[in-house]
């Protein structure tokens, strides 16, 4: 997770999943709690 800066705008997330090499990126502006949505992602992981 990336999140946004002085300079740059927007915060970033990518999830590696296992057996691919790239990740899913998503971008969200600065107005978005990007930590709200990884704990809503992590809630939905199966441990």
Known sequence: ???AGTF???AELKI???GSATPI???F???VDIYEVQA???QFVAK
């Open 29 to 31: 502006t600065k107005g």
């Open 16 to 18: 590696w999943l296992s």
């Open 40 to 42: 809503i992602l992590t």
């Open 25 to 27: 990126e998503k971008t």
């Open 8 to 10: 740059d705008l927007d």
């Open 1 to 3: 997770m990336e999140t």
